[in-house]
């Protein structure tokens, strides 16, 4: 599948909120105004995946630090699964923090979401700090890439 990435663009809002709400867990789920609120945060940047037949199959958000790009939120449509959007994703994210002198990627990872983690140890993250119960009965996993 060939994937453009293009930076945050508030016309693809309601294509990544239902591919939001249609792939997280019900704890991540949002309202749409709560979606719309965080998408257009000063702080936020988001990164969208746009295949060949120009839709959008995913995107990754994250706050701006100025130093951590923190990631809030990844999801790829299931029907685009396994086919290397979220690697692209997070490949690009890697590209614009260096660009813009960001010193590491940080995310928050459910303890029982094992392909997620595996996932993120694939892509160069490593396990920092544990996060107890941060997910009603589950701690999360904080992990960080180090550019």
Same mark, same amino acid.
């Given at each position: 599948?060939?994937?453009?990435?293009?930076?945050?663009?508030?016309?693809?809002?309601?294509?990544?909120?239902?591919?939001?709400?249609?792939?997280?867990?019900?704890?991540?789920?949002?309202?749409? /105004? *709560?979606?719309?609120?965080?998408?257009?945060?000063?702080?936020?940047?988001?990164?969208? &995946? #746009? @295949?060949? =037949?120009? $839709?959008?199959?995913?995107?990754?958000?994250?706050?701006?630090?100025?130093?951590?790009?923190?990631?809030?939120?990844?999801?790829?449509?299931?029907?685009?699964?396994?086919?290397?959007?979220?690697?692209?994703?997070?490949?690009?994210?890697?590209?614009?923090?260096?660009? /813009? *002198?960001?010193?590491?990627?940080?995310?928050?990872?459910?303890?029982?979401?094992?392909? &997620? #983690? @595996?996932? =993120?140890? $694939?892509?160069?993250?490593?396990?920092?700090?544990?996060?107890?119960?941060?997910?009603?009965?589950?701690?999360?996993?904080?992990?960080?890439?180090?550019?």
């Amino acid at each position: 599948m060939k994937i453009k990435i293009v930076d945050n663009n508030e016309k693809y809002y309601n294509e990544l909120y239902i591919i939001h709400n249609n792939v997280m867990p019900e704890q991540d789920k949002m309202t749409k /105004n *709560n979606f719309y609120d965080e998408f257009n945060r000063d702080t936020r940047k988001y990164f969208v &995946a #746009i @295949n060949e =037949y120009n $839709k959008v199959v995913g995107y990754v958000g994250v706050l701006d630090t100025n130093t951590d790009y923190n990631i809030m939120g990844i999801a790829v449509k299931k029907e685009c699964f396994r086919q290397g959007v979220a690697t692209k994703l997070i490949r690009h994210l890697k590209d614009t923090a260096k660009d /813009n *002198n960001v010193l590491t990627i940080s995310l928050e990872v459910d303890e029982t979401n094992i392909p &997620a #983690i @595996n996932f =993120y140890k $694939k892509m160069g993250f490593v396990l920092t700090n544990i996060r107890k119960k941060y997910y009603k009965n589950n701690d999360a996993l904080i992990m960080w890439y180090y550019l």
